[in-house]
């Protein structure tokens, strides 16, 4: 039962599924290393299950090998070519496989919203609805859609990647296109998806980015991400805030994960005596 509840698998090995599996292996082996005397955290299970042929795959195969290796080191099984047929209480089923698993978290991918069934638009196979070179909706000239919700052949012919920057300029170019039409300007051109490169983090002083030519590994590409992040937070005090607390987390490997649970007979008992 040990066993069980001390496997952790992730299913998608996409920049979320890699990000997570980091996470959770530094925090078995740094963050609550010694908060428990009946078992050694450090022995816990993690299997990211990919069911491609390799990890990352939207960044380069370099730095997708660069990935694995990284995760590997930290003690995370790896899966390729490994499909998850079933998850249930018990765990997962993997290429005919039963493995048990306390924890099962799902990283690849998730289903757009219905908004397609709602107006009766055409959709693909994920429920995207497909839009038009504007982003509007085809029978519907005052409907637009972005982000998820949306499939759009704007990143070079390619279908636009449901990621926050793809949905943000998403938006920006719809909120153009309604303002031009209230001023009774000329539309904007079609729109066009501008990618400013991909990051993943895999665990302390190592992530990958790729920005098409430049291509960036290990510590630098890892300061490099938390950069970015602390830049597109929103006020001065909330970037200070997060500076100052991955500061902390980086010299004493404190990363303030502490659960305490209390049942409510134990509550009621700790108050009675402290009454007596």
Known sequence: MQRKLLTFLICGAGPTGV????????????????????????STRILLVQAGPRVLPQFDERLSAFARSSLEALGV???????????????????????????VLWAAGVVASPASAWLGAEADRA???????????????????IGDTALSLA??????????????QGGAYVASVVRARLRGRNPPPPFRYRHQGNLATIGRKSAVA?????????????????AVHVFFLVGVRN??????????????????VRLITETRADLLARRYSSQT
């Open 155 to 168: 990143w070079d012919g390619q279908p636009v990647p449901g990621l926050a920057p793809a949905a943000k």
């Open 210 to 226: 790729d920005f098409g030519r430049v291509k960036v590994t290990g510590a630098a590409a890892w300061w490099l991400w938390g």
């Open 19 to 42: 990000e997570m599996a980091g996470a959770i292996a530094e925090l078995a082996h740094n963050g609550v290393a010694k908060d428990f005397r009946n078992f050694d955290p450090a």
């Open 77 to 103: 099984e790896v899966h390729i070519n490994s499909r998850v047929e079933l998850i249930d209480g018990d765990g997962v089923i993997v290429n005919g496989e039963r493995i048990e698993a306390g924890t």
């Open 239 to 256: 970037r200070l805030s997060v500076m100052l607390g991955w500061i902390w987390s980086y010299f004493t490997f404190d990363v303030g």
């Open 127 to 145: 429920g995207r609805i497909k839009v038009g070179p504007d982003l509007s909706v085809p029978g519907f000239p005052d409907t637009y859609a």
